[in-house]
């Protein structure tokens, strides 16, 4: 009988049997299949669809479509102007402080732009920069979102101090530091603050079921608890301490991979959320919930320098991160493949070996799933979209729209 991911090649080869590979697919089965999931783990707060997760307007479309969904988290500030003024959205927070003056002089002068899209702060040479570009009073107000730092800094003997467990973001990190930089964007003329962000990445970015990790993985799961014990006070804090000095539209947290936790925390509103559409393979070390894989890449066999290895052609699409090797591509279909441990995923040529690739021969091709989500889309200029057994739609990516933000 054949298992889920013989069934799983055997469509995507029949759909796309007339596509020369390298390219990239979507299966939109899995795709809606997520997108339900992750509304449901919500618990009735809206997700908000992070873009850079995707990197392609139509699926963007399409998972605003879906009950649960609302508004697009941005990358950059130029993404989000693209984005309202084509009618992806008119709801933008743009999850990162910019430095874009040509961007910031087009919101300043369009009133459409300024109501649709809100700008992420964490200091007031943020607002200082954009005086500069353009001066309160002869500009649009600026909607503004306080970046609150959600890392853990526990204190620990142990290790000589201070300890910090999560991203370097902002430099807001207590409830006093958010209500004192509130207080400054409220007396600022021009600008409105109207959200706070708290972004848990130690949390919701960090697998907690590492394979052949069990030891790692029980630590990590200990200080994912502490650290949302203690997030859960500071945030609720750092709230209060805001609205004293502005009336919150929103307050947002959270990310695939700690979407219902983070939905259970009273103070938050909304969650952000996006790489669980396309079930990239950093989420298979999650135990909460791991999402159905619906991207994939096809790369061809173009020789076989032995009897037990097969040669790919490309297949270099690194994840961005740490350098390890849970950033590779892995080798999906069909099962039983492995990346060569002195090339791994080469620029020009992937080698693959195991009892799978006895049987691949010269113009097969191997499926891979990428580490990441949206970083697929930069090697690619269009997604085929698969539905059962067939390709139904073929659409540009980023990319493919001659458009690169990062």
Same mark, same amino acid.
Not at 252 to 272: H, K, M, Q, R, Y
């Given at each position: 009988m054949a298992t889920e991911r013989e069934i799983l090649r055997r469509r995507l080869d029949q759909a796309t049997a007339r596509l020369e590979p390298p390219f990239a697919v979507v299966d939109l089965d899995a795709f809606d299949a997520n997108a339900t999931a992750l509304a449901g783990q919500a618990a009735g707060k809206p997700v908000r669809i992070a873009s850079k997760s995707l990197r392609c307007r139509t699926l963007l479309g399409r998972g605003l479509a879906e009950p649960g969904w609302a508004g697009v988290m941005a990358y950059t500030l130029a993404e989000a102007i693209w984005l309202v003024r084509a009618g992806v959205t008119d709801d933008v927070l743009v999850g990162y402080p910019t430095t874009d003056r040509t961007a910031l002089a087009q919101v300043a002068a369009d009133p459409e732009l300024a109501a649709a899209i809100c700008l992420m702060v964490d200091n007031t040479d943020q607002l200082d920069l954009v005086d500069a570009v353009a001066a309160a009073g002869s500009r649009e107000e600026i909607r503004t979102c306080l970046d609150l730092d959600a890392s853990w800094r526990p204190m620990s003997d142990a290790f000589g101090g201070r300890l910090h467990i999560g991203t370097r973001r902002s430099p807001v990190h207590s409830a006093s530091d958010a209500g004192t930089l509130a207080a400054a964007v409220a007396q600022r003329p021009g600008f409105r603050l109207v959200g706070l962000m708290a972004y848990e990445a130690q949390i919701a970015g960090l697998g907690d079921a590492p394979p052949r990790q069990a030891v790692r993985g029980a630590t990590i799961r200990l200080l994912q608890r502490r650290s949302y014990r203690e997030l859960l006070h500071r945030r609720a804090?750092?709230?209060?301490?805001?609205? /004293?000095?502005? !009336?919150? /539209?929103?307050?947002?947290?959270?990310?695939?991979?700690?979407?219902?936790?983070?939905?259970? !925390?009273?103070?938050?509103? /909304?969650?952000?959320?996006?790489?669980?559409?396309y079930g990239p393979t950093l989420f298979d070390a999650y135990r909460s919930w791991r999402p159905r894989p619906a991207a994939f890449f096809a790369l061809p066999v173009v020789r076989r320098p032995t009897a037990r290895v097969a040669t790919l052609l490309g297949g270099g699409w690194v994840a961005s991160g740490p350098a390890h090797r849970s950033r590779l591509p892995t080798p999906w279909l069909p099962s039983g493949l492995r990346l060569s441990g002195t090339e791994g995923a080469g620029e020009v040529q992937t080698p693959v070996s195991g009892v799978a690739a006895e049987s691949l021969r010269v113009g097969d091709r191997v499926w891979f799933r990428h580490a990441k989500a949206g970083e697929l889309a930069e090697h690619v200029a269009e997604l085929h979209l698969v539905e059962s057994d067939r390709v139904v739609d073929t659409v540009p990516t980023y990319r493919g729209e001659g458009r690169a933000f990062l």
């Open positions: 804090a750092a709230v209060a301490a805001v609205r /004293e000095h502005a !009336d919150l /539209e929103f307050v947002n947290g959270g990310g695939t991979g700690s979407i219902a936790l983070t939905s259970a !925390d009273p103070a938050v509103t /909304e969650i952000t959320a996006g790489s669980g559409l």
